[in-house]
T-cell receptor
Framework: AQKVTQAQTEISVVEKEDVTLDCVYE???????LFWYKQPPSGELVFLIR??????QNEISGRYSWNFQKSTSSFNFTITASQVVDSAVYFC?????????????FGQGTTLQVKP | DTAVSQTPKYLVTQMGNDKSIKCEQN?????MYWYKQDSKKFLKIMFSYNNKELIINETVPNRFSPKSPDKAHLNLHINSLELGDSAVYFC?????????????FGQGTRLTVV
């Protein structure tokens, strides 16, 4: 089965706290791609990061960092020193190579609320 | 310039009507998609087109018919609308190659069937 699980439905933090959003995926493919998207209250879907299955290097972009661990099939996302503008729904997604297209399999999303 | 644009942004219509949502991308991508986001925010693919050819049809009722007049456009026509069709519909596009490139999404069309 090809599946993405984001077990945290909602997270609420106070500004400046660090927060980690969990993502666990299932696929039989050895080649696959993982993504994170942000959906702010305005509703659009904004691409954050892409990672392929052969690149387990963690990535940092400003206050955002991603931890990819194939051994646990996880691709977690950490926001450091959260800000109110980080409030959004965050989606983790999987594109297995066997899908023969760029079709994304999304997790259920995690709603992050950052309070001032 | 908007990369992926959908029209209309909001659509309110009565049950039984037929409606269309239009999508255009100016990124030169080969592949376009329609996704449906339900009231619980769950996103699921409906269709995928590559160079105007249907690649994926994810068990969507045949009241939904996508049409791709050219590589840059993918429209969604819905016949005999039902209450359960109320959702946000997203158009997206991506490059065919190299695989694993990110998809760019339109701003969504919120469809409300009353």
């Amino acid at each position: 089965a090809q599946k993405v699980t984001q077990a945290q439905t909602e997270i609420s933090v106070v500004e400046k706290e660090d927060v980690t959003l969990d993502c666990v995926y299932e696929t039989r493919d050895t080649t696959y791609y993982l993504f994170w998207y942000k959906q702010p209250p305005s509703g659009e879907l904004v691409f954050l990061i892409r990672r392929n299955s052969f690149d387990e290097q963690n990535e940092i972009s400003g206050r955002y960092s991603w931890n990819f661990q194939k051994s646990t099939s996880s691709f977690n996302f950490t926001i450091t020193a959260s800000q109110v503008v980080d409030s959004a729904v965050y989606f983790c997604a999987l594109n297995p190579l066997s899908s023969n297209t760029g079709k994304l399999i999304f997790g259920q999303g995690t709603t992050l609320q950052v309070k001032p | 310039d908007t990369a992926v644009s959908q029209t209309p942004k909001y659509l309110v219509t009565q049950m039984g009507n037929d409606k269309s949502i239009k999508c255009e991308q100016n990124l030169g991508h080969d592949t376009m998609y329609w996704y449906k986001q339900d009231s619980k925010k769950f996103l699921k693919i409906m269709f995928s087109y590559n160079n105007k050819e249907l690649i994926i049809n994810e068990t969507v009722p045949n009241r939904f018919s996508p049409k791709s007049p050219d590589k840059a456009h993918l429209n969604l026509h819905i016949n005999s609308l039902e209450l359960g069709d109320s959702a946000v519909y997203f158009c997206a596009s991506s490059r065919e190659s190299p695989r694993g490139t990110e998809a760019f999404f339109g701003q969504g069309t919120r469809l409300t069937v009353v």
